[in-house]
C-alpha cells in the first residue's frame, strides 16, 4: 500500500502527464435547417462529407417552420445553415437578422450578382424559370411573346393561373414592378385575371393539366414541374415558351441558402456553400429537381438542355422580398386570388 506521501505523489504526476495528452480531436460538422427535401439535398451532402470529412446534420421541415424555429431559438440554436426555395423566403430570413453576411471569393465568382443578396447574406445554388406553358395543338407559339401580352384580349379566357397566395407568384408580381412599377404592373394583372378560363388552380401542375385538356391554352409555372409531368406522360400536347426574350428575359427564382446569424460552425458552413456552387456540386444540386445550374458554367441536364436556351431577367432578387408585400396588396385589388 503507498505510503500518505507517495498516493499524493503519484496524483500529482497523473496530473501533470495529462496536461501533455491531447485529446481525441471531435470531427468536423455542420448543422442545415433545410426547406428542401431530403431526396433534393441529401446526395449533395453525402459528397460534401465524401470530398472533406465534414458531417453534414440536417433537419428538413417547411420554410416557415424553420424561420419560426430559428427565431424561437435565437443565439441557442444548433443550425449552421438555412435552405429554401424563393428569394422572397431568403429575404425575409435576413430581414429577420437570422442569417449573416459571409465573404467567399469561390462563391462570388460561382454566383452571378443578380443571384445573390447584395449584403452576401444568401446565395442562390439553383435557378428555376417562371416560364410560359402552353398546348401545342391549340396556340401558334409565334403568337406568344410576353408575361405582360397574356394582358391582351387575344388571350380571352384562354389563361390558367396558379393562386396568388403562392410565394412563387408573389415574387413574380414583385419583380414585375420593380421593373414597370405598380400602376403598370396592375394593369397587366387585371388583365390576367379578366382573361383567366377558370378561377385560379391550386398547384402548377394542375394548371398544366388543365392547358393539355384544353381548359386553358396557357399558363405560367416553374419549369421542373413541366419537367415531372413531362417525364411522367411525355405524349402530352405541352411545351415552353421562354417570353420576354427580345426585351427584359424570363422571371428567374433560386433556391439558395444563408449562414445563419448564430452559426457555431461558420468555417464548415462557408465550405458547405462554396462546395454547392462547384462544378462538382452544381449539377448535383439542381439536376436532381430539374434545375438549371445557378453557375453559369455549369450545363444543365440533358432532359431540361432539351427545353432550349433563353435570357434571364437580371434585376436582383431582392426585389422579390422588398416588394413582395406590394406585390400581394396588388393582387388582391386586381382580384386575383
Known amino acids: 500500500m503507498l505510503r500518505s506521501h507517495q498516493y499524493y505523489f503519484a496524483i500529482a504526476l497523473s496530473c501533470f502527464i495529462s496536461l501533455f495528452v491531447i485529446p481525441p480531436v471531435l470531427a468536423e460538422e455542420v448543422v442545415v435547417y433545410s426547406a428542401r427535401t431530403e431526396r433534393l439535398i441529401k446526395p449533395m451532402f453525402d459528397e460534401f462529407t ?43 430570413a435576413a430581414q429577420a437578422k437570422l442569417l449573416r453576411p459571409i465573404s467567399s471569393e469561390v462563391i462570388s465568382a460561382n454566383i452571378p450578382e443578380h443571384l445573390r443578396d447584395p449584403n452576401n447574406e444568401w446565395f442562390g445554388l439553383s435557378i428555376r424559370a417562371r416560364t ?11 403568337k406568344l411573346s410576353t408575361y405582360e401580352d397574356l394582358a391582351g384580349p387575344q388571350w380571352n379566357k384562354r389563361l390558367c393561373l396558379r393562386t396568388s397566395k403562392k410565394v412563387y407568384n408573389q415574387s413574380l408580381v414583385a419583380m414585375m414592378i420593380a421593373e414597370h412599377g405598380e400602376e ?9 385575371v379578366g382573361n383567366l378560363a377558370v378561377d385560379p388552380v391550386s398547384d402548377d401542375t394542375r394548371a398544366m393539366e388543365f392547358v393539355a385538356a384544353g381548359r386553358c391554352d396557357v399558363t405560367i409555372v416553374n419549369t421542373y414541374y413541366y419537367g415531372r409531368l413531362m417525364k411522367k406522360d411525355p405524349s402530352l400536347p405541352l411545351a415552353v415558351f421562354w417570353p420576354n426574350q427580345e426585351n427584359s428575359g424570363v422571371h428567374v427564382n433560386i433556391s439558395g441558402a444563408g449562414v445563419t446569424r448564430h452559426a ?74
Do not use: C, H
Open 184 to 192: 403598370k404592373t396592375e394593369q397587366i394583372i387585371r388583365g390576367w
Open 50 to 92: 465524401k470530398e472533406t470529412g465534414i458531417q453534414v446534420k440536417y433537419t428538413t421541415d417547411k420554410e416557415g417552420a424553420l424561420l419560426a424555429r430559428l427565431k424561437a431559438e435565437g443565439r441557442n440554436t444548433p443550425a449552421d445553415m438555412f435552405i429554401t426555395a424563393d428569394a422572397g423566403n431568403l429575404w425575409a
Open 264 to 337: 457555431r460552425n461558420e468555417r464548415a458552413a462557408i465550405k458547405l456553400l462554396e462546395f454547392l456552387s462547384s462544378d462538382k456540386a452544381q449539377n448535383l444540386f439542381a439536376d436532381v429537381n430539374m434545375e438549371y445550374p445557378v453557375n453559369p458554367e455549369i450545363a444543365p441536364d440533358p432532359f431540361v438542355a432539351t427545353w432550349g436556351d433563353f435570357k434571364q431577367n437580371p434585376i436582383n432578387l431582392i426585389k422579390a422580398g422588398e416588394l413582395q408585400i406590394e406585390a400581394v396588396k396588388l393582387m388582391d385589388r386586381a382580384g386575383y386570388r
Open 132 to 142: 410560359l406553358i402552353y398546348n401545342t395543338r391549340r396556340v401558334d407559339p409565334a
